[in-house]
């Protein structure tokens, strides 16, 4: 049987994905990118939906944010912040109209915030609800912006928290010396990446500064539903969840209730 495509952020049955722009593939080429079709969510041949422009990625949050509010997971009136806010996501979820929707960025015009990720002025759990997708890997001090995700978001709140990752190497490949285009490309992949993350060293700087992660791949939402959104095979969704944070350093006896 023929399966049709859908994507999930304009809900259009049998649309056409477009495959990655060759500008990647090539610019990674010319400066020696030796990574390149080796991320662990770029789906090469099926990128970006032809109908809303949607990337893959995009279209698995769209996925995600459907299923959880058919099951009522995101409620009405919640707040939620959308970092870096992608076009086709960010209109989907002002047209829902269900929550109180909130856009920031360090430069991007028209959004609400312009704010620096690392140092937000923002209230401590001010928020219920965050995407925060392909941010990380732009930033000078990750373990700053990660931790201040955490501070900013409720308690009983989550995240869809992404960056590209690499599926070559087991740690995180960082060298601040890098700071030219062409190194940057030749090392990162990107002219503006400051770190190319491994799976490993992703979870563990989440992990570290206060979330707990979920990882949803191909095991956990079928092949059908990557199939017909035209996700790689080895595309994993990254939910986040706060900690506990230790608030009374001497507790922790069986008996320590809050
Ligand atoms: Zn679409």
Redesign the pocket.
Known sequence: MEMHTY?P??E?SG?QFAPLPDFYRQTSMQHGFRHFGRMEMIALNSYA?Q??G?SDRERLYGWWLNQQIEAGKLNKGMRVLHFAPEA?LSKKLRQLGLFDYRTADFMMPGVDYNIDIMDMPLEDESFDFFICSHVLEHVADDNLAVSELSRIMHRDGCGILMAPICLDISDTLEDPSATSDAERWRLFGQNDHVRLYSHPGYVSTLERNGFAVQQLGLDAIGQTVFTRLGLSQTSILYIVTRTPRPEHPHAGTPDHEH
Request: hydrophobic share 50%; aromatic share 0%.
């Open positions: 994507c952020v304009c259009r649309v939906c109908a809303c949607a086709a």
